[in-house]
């Protein structure tokens, strides 16, 4: 079956330095993968977007990396912050009209 | 545009009784899709309402049900609540129509069963 798997450790890193969240992916070739932000009791917001043929995608002080060899996503906060602290969570459509979501990894940004 | 709104915010429920929750996505999205959030097994899909239909479903059970109005509110009933069922519930609307992408999460209905 389709497995999402997310660092489930607390990327624990110092203001500054860039953040570094991993998503691995089996058993499927989605034709595009996302990126969520979570904070504690809110819903996710949706962050980026990219596509099958897209190796790179930035907006501002993120970018996402997408390897469909390797079946993996990178994603990238550099110069974070205190407020980048939160979950982020990565997404593919499984099936049609179907989102699934990898269980998170947990960022937290040391003043 | 008014973000994806849900009510109620909490509700507190007792096993064996059933609940209605509602979402009224973002103006313009036919798109309404459901999960629900618990610590132990993270972010599930229930399913998936386009212009009244539903286009996929989760593995849940028949007690996990849903429908789409024609103005694309939405709303999902569990009957026979079972105290697993305590969760955050989540409602997301999208632009898309031919997927999923880019939703927009509303701020959720956390249910408690006791």
């Known amino acids: 079956s389709q497995k999402i798997e997310q660092n489930s450790e607390a990327l624990n890193i110092q203001e500054g330095k860039t953040a570094t969240l991993t998503c691995n992916y089996t058993?499927?070739?989605?034709?595009?993968l996302q990126w969520y932000r979570q904070d504690p009791g809110r819903g996710p917001v949706f962050l980026l977007l990219i596509r099958e043929n897209e190796k790179e995608k930035r907006k501002e002080r993120l970018k996402v990396t997408f390897d469909t060899t390797l079946k993996q996503s990178l994603f990238h906060i550099t110069a974070s912050q205190p407020a980048d602290s939160a979950t982020y969570l990565c997404?593919?459509?499984?099936?049609?009209?179907?989102?699934?979501f990898g269980s998170g990894t947990r960022l937290l940004v040391r003043p | 545009k008014a973000g994806v709104t849900q009510t109620p915010r909490y509700l507190i429920k007792t096993r064996g009784q059933q609940v209605t929750l509602s979402c009224s996505p973002i103006?313009?999205?036919?798109?309404v899709s459901w999960y629900q959030q618990t610590p132990g097994q993270g972010l599930q899909f229930l399913f998936e309402?386009?212009?009244?239909?539903?286009?996929n479903k989760g593995n849940f059970p028949g007690r996990f049900s849903g429908r789409q109005f024609s103005n694309s509110r939405s709303e999902m009933n569990v009957s026979t609540l079972e105290l697993g069922d305590s969760a955050l519930y989540l409602c997301a609307s999208s632009p898309a129509e031919v997927s999923v992408r880019e939703q927009y999460f509303g701020p959720g209905t956390r249910l408690t069963v006791t």
């Open positions: 309402y386009f212009s009244e239909t539903q286009r």
């Open positions: 997404a593919l459509e499984r099936s049609s009209y179907k989102l699934i």
């Open positions: 058993n499927y070739s989605p034709a595009y």
């Open positions: 103006s313009g999205h036919r798109s």
